[in-house]
């Protein structure tokens, strides 16, 4: 294979993450030509309308749509990003190893989050944050608030807000690192199934870009990420209620946690196990029909979002 055309959206994180995946292909191949082009994504072209009215998949599928059309041999996505279920002829060729999967709190003034004055107005993007935040500090004021990571968190800085939650990773990639003021235990704030994590999806036939690609797996990293999709995918993959997921494996075993919780953050049912990390899907439905034995169908059920 001399020539391999990589799409990826066009933020700058995204151009990063790219880098990050290309710069280990070439390490495997120095004489491989690597061609990125940027494709605008839905959610790209949407920057203030609320993620959950954009729907699952918001940011991949003209993506996929330019795999499935030969317009690009592979994709780079974050993970947290990719359904669990593919379209239609595509295949995740690779998980590569885990970033941080933490969240993390950007105070205005440095603050941690427990520190932070009643009232004050903490913005994220993301429901499943929104939630955990409502249940964790009823007495702060959760806001929604869009953009990539470099204008959140200008916009946390500005009059509307006191502080924001984001993802580790992300700031990690871009350097920004320095702005945590807390971070939150991955077992007490849930993070999204397959956070910090980068996917490299291709056409299922491609097997000699397969055969490329493949040596960027991280097994840890596809075992955990694998129990928490087969947990989101048990729960359905394309509910609104927010659900989260987290998996770290230790020495032979696999140590699960997962949660749905309803928007307002009042109606929430969250448990652990441990499991064989031999069998990380087998995890995921456990811990899925766990929290089904205590309810969580009641919670899935509520439509929280008009």
Known sequence: MSKVVVGTRGSQLALRQTEEVLARL?????????????????????????????????????????LLQGRIDMAVHSLKDLPVELAEGLALAVVCQREDPRDALVSKTGCAFSEMPPGAVIGTSSPRRAAQLRAMRGDLRVEPIRGNVETRLRKALGPDYDGVVVAVAGLARLGLEGRISHYFDPFEMVPEPGQGALAVEIRAEDRELLHLVSQLEDPPTRIAVTAERAFVERLGGG??????????????????VGMVISEDGKRAIKAQLEHPQEEPRAAGLALAERLLSLGAADVLKVETWS
């Open 26 to 66: 070439k390490r495997l191949d120095r004489d491989l030509s690597l061609e990125v082009v940027e494709i605008k994504s839905a959610g790209d072209a949407a920057p203030e309308t609320p993620l959950e009215r954009l729907g699952k998949g918001v940011f991949i599928s003209e993506l996929e749509l330019a």
């Open 239 to 256: 509910c609104r209620v927010p659900m989260a997921a987290y998996g770290a494996v230790k020495g032979n075993t696999l140590k699960l």
